[in-house]
């Protein structure tokens, strides 16, 4: 007998019919407060070593149907390991061909990062000695909002920003985020001692703890999409972002970073803030420099294919990246990972993954480390 359930952190799925292995029928569920769907994450049951067909019915009308070209599903028997399995999107569908060798699998839009990793991560951290854990109030649903400081915290510091999971469903930012601490907290990295010899750290892992529960794609409890609330915010609406802004308020930004993950594009890319009233020569310097040295650090990192850049005086200013820019007359990057693979170094059996984001990661502190003394 079939069982498919999702009634766990971040499962989201619809389940029309699961009586045959190879007409299992299925649909993308919305998110919690916005007619917003793509993200699913569910577990079957009792399908072991059965040919299945399982068909998303309503894939066509996902967020992103672009998405759906060229990708794989994710799946993983321990919710530990995953791995990609056979999938296809043909006539507004997308389909899934996999032999379980397990009577319990779970297929995942992309690899989850739950509320629990978030929370072992957070004391992980904390217990290096090096990090301080501050919390800057509560989601609509009551969910802590912490803010990971590394540094001195002395004024002549330079103050670098990093937040991740605007949209809950992209979790290869927080895997991004990992890889980054774990880096800046190793004290035998000679790279991470001289960064925090002159600079503090600002990283906030999750920035929409709610959305991220409730299997959300992109919005939080109250369907807003944090990210386009930065010019706005309230308590009511988008508390999440009104905690942080307030916070970089009272410590400033000299560099800031939005991490994200693109359903349709197949790279590693970043935007800047090129279409802002302020943009200038110092800030397109900056913006080329720090790309060189990330090009250097990681060949996963690209510059050739991305977003349209915007026209001047043109940013929307709704957005964190543009907005925190705009604010603080300063560096400024909404960071993009692809949720299928990258195509300029593909890996079959996983596409771009967990690991792949922790160690582009890592990787982020060489192009910060270049540019910090010219951040000011």
Known sequence: MIKISSAFDAGSIEVLAADEFEDIRLQLRPDCAADIRQWFYFRVQGAAYQNC??????????????????????????????????????????????????????????????????????????????????????????????????????????????????????????WFVEGLLRRLLDWQDPLSRALLDRATFYVVPNMNPDGAVLGNLRTNAAGANLNREWQTPSLTNSPEVLLVRDKMLETGVDLFLDIHGDEALPYVFVAG?????????????????????????????????????????????????????????????????????????????????????????????????????QLR
């Not at 739950?114 to 989601?139: A, F, K, M, P, R």
């Not at 001195?152 to 290869?172: C, F, L, N």
């Not at 990192?301 to 940013?315: K, M, S, V």
Request: charged content about 15%; overall charge negative; glycine content about 8%.
């Open 53 to 174: 067909t399982l068909r998303l019915l309503n894939a066509a009308e996902a967020a992103y149907p672009a998405g759906w070209e060229d990708y794989q599903a994710m799946a993983s028997y321990d919710r530990v390991n995953w791995f990609r399995v056979p999938t296809r999107y043909e006539s507004g569908q997308l389909i899934i061909d996999h032999t379980p060798l397990a009577n319990s699998i779970y297929y995942a839009y992309f690899e989850p990062y739950s509320w629990e990793q978030h929370l072992n991560l957070i004391g992980e951290v904390q217990s290096s000695g090096l990090c301080q854990v501050h919390d800057l109030g509560s989601t609509i649903q009551g969910r802590d909002m912490n803010l990971l400081t590394i540094g001195h915290e002395v004024s002549s510091d330079y103050k670098i920003w990093v937040i991740a999971r605007q949209h809950p469903g992209e979790t290869m930012a927080e």
């Open 273 to 373: 803030c090129e279409g802002n009233p302020n943009y200038s020569p110092r800030l397109a310097s900056l913006e080329q420099l720090f790309k060189q040295a990330f090009m250097q650090a990681s060949p996963d990192f690209q510059i050739e294919q991305g977003y349209a850049l915007d026209a001047p005086g043109q940013g929307n200013l709704t957005m964190a990246t543009n907005w925190v820019g705009q604010q603080f007359d300063c560096l400024a990057f909404t960071l993009e990972m692809p949720f299928k693979d990258n195509a300029n170094l593909p890996d079959d059996d996983y596409g771009w993954n967990g690991q792949r984001s922790l160690r582009l990661g890592e990787a982020i502190l060489h192009p910060i480390y270049q540019v910090l003394n």
